[in-house]
DNA sequence: ATATTAAAGGATATTTTTGTCCTTTATAAA
DNA sequence: TTTATAAAGGACAAAAATATCCTTTAATAT
C-alpha cells in the first residue's frame, strides 16, 4: 500500500506530532528509536518531510524536528503524497497508462470506489486525530 | 497497491478468461503482447500462476496456458493472495510487527475499513465479471 | 523415431528500494 | 571564540523487485 519509507514516515510525524508541549523539539535518535525505525535511513526521510514542508528542523544543541503548523491542519494525505507521490491516489490498479473513465481497465470503476475511501480517509485523518489517539494510549507507534 | 508482478498476473488473467470459447490456449507470446508485459518475466508469473492453481498448462504444438475451473468461481483476491501473498489483506497500514485490535497502530480502525472494502471487492469481483466486460468492448486490457 | 513447438527451470543481470557511513554546515552553550 | 551538538548532504552498500537469457523437459505432428 504505502512504501516503507512512507510508513516512517507517517510513524515518525505522528510521534513528533505526539510530543507534550506542542512546538517541543524531538532529535533523529528520540524518533527512530520511539518508532523503531533505523537511524540514518530516518534521517533522510526526515530531510524529506523538511524539504515537504511538513516538519521544521534546528540544527545544534536542543536542535531538532518540531512541526510548525497547526497539526489538526495537517492531514495524513499530505504525508503520503510527500514521499510516495499521488500515484497511489490516481494510479490504475492494473498499471496501464492509459486508464480514465472513458478508457477504463477492467477493474476500474471497482477500484475506484476503494481509492476514493482511502482517499477520503487520508485527507480527513489529521495529525492530531491520531496523535491524540496515541496519546490517551488508545493507539500505539510501536510494540 | 498491487506489486507490478501482481498486475500483470490479473491482467494476464482476465486475458485468458477473456478468449472466446472458453477453454481455449493462448500461449506466452500471445499472452505478454497482449497485455504489453515483457515476455520472460510474464513466463515467470505463468509459472507461479500454474503453481498455484489459477492457470493451467501445456507443453508442446499448440500448447499454452488455458483455466480449467469456472472462471465465474475464480475472484480477484485469488490471484491477489497467490502473488503478493495476504499482507494487503491483514498487514498493518503503518508497518507495525504487532498491531491488532487490540493493540492498534494510530491509524487501525480507519484503515481496517478501507481495506475491507477493497477485500470484498476483491472476494466478489470474479473474473468473468471483468472478462465480460473486456469482451463487450466496455474495458481495456491495455492502451 | 525425429523434428518442432512451447512451457519449465536455472542462472544471471538490472533497477529500485532500503539502508549505512562519513563529512559538512548551522546553532547554541561554555 | 571555542567546543559540543545535531541536522544536512554526498557517496556508497545491501536487499528486494523486476527483467533477461539460455538450457531442459514435455507434448505434438511429420
Same mark, same amino acid.
Given at each position: 500500500?504505502f512504501?516503507?519509507?512512507?510508513?516512517?514516515?507517517?510513524?515518525?510525524?505522528?510521534?513528533?506530532?505526539? /510530543?507534550?508541549?506542542g512546538n517541543?523539539r524531538s *532529535?533523529?535518535?528520540d524518533? %527512530?528509536?520511539?518508532i523503531?525505525s &533505523?537511524?540514518?535511513?530516518?534521517a533522510k526521510?526526515l530531510?524529506?518531510?523538511?524539504k515537504?514542508?511538513?516538519?521544521?528542523?534546528?540544527?545544534?544543541?536542543?536542535?531538532g524536528?518540531?512541526?510548525?503548523?497547526d497539526?489538526h491542519?495537517?492531514f495524513?494525505?499530505e504525508?503520503?503524497?510527500?514521499i510516495?507521490?499521488? /500515484?497511489?491516489f490516481?494510479g490504475?490498479?492494473? *498499471?496501464l497508462e492509459?486508464? %480514465?473513465?472513458d478508457h477504463p481497465? &477492467?477493474v476500474?470503476h471497482?477500484f475506484?470506489?476503494?481509492r476514493?475511501?482511502l482517499?477520503g480517509?487520508?485527507m480527513?485523518?489529521?495529525?492530531k486525530?491520531?496523535a491524540d489517539?496515541v496519546?490517551?494510549g488508545?493507539?500505539f507507534?510501536?510494540i
Amino acid at each position: 500500500m504505502f512504501s516503507k519509507t512512507c510508513k516512517y514516515a507517517i510513524n515518525a510525524m505522528i510521534y513528533v506530532a505526539s /510530543l507534550p508541549g506542542g512546538n517541543e523539539r524531538s *532529535g533523529l535518535k528520540d524518533i %527512530s528509536k520511539a518508532i523503531n525505525s &533505523p537511524e540514518a535511513f530516518t534521517a533522510k526521510i526526515l530531510q524529506q518531510l523538511v524539504k515537504s514542508d511538513l516538519l521544521h528542523s534546528m540544527k545544534g544543541p536542543n536542535g531538532g524536528f518540531y512541526i510548525h503548523r497547526d497539526t489538526h491542519q495537517i492531514f495524513l494525505s499530505e504525508i503520503v503524497q510527500a514521499i510516495d507521490g499521488d /500515484l497511489i491516489f490516481t494510479g490504475c490498479a492494473l *498499471g496501464l497508462e492509459k486508464c %480514465s473513465e472513458d478508457h477504463p481497465c &477492467p477493474v476500474h470503476h471497482k477500484f475506484k470506489a476503494v481509492r476514493d475511501h482511502l482517499t477520503g480517509m487520508l485527507m480527513t485523518t489529521s495529525l492530531k486525530d491520531v496523535a491524540d489517539s496515541v496519546n490517551v494510549g488508545s493507539s500505539f507507534l510501536k510494540i
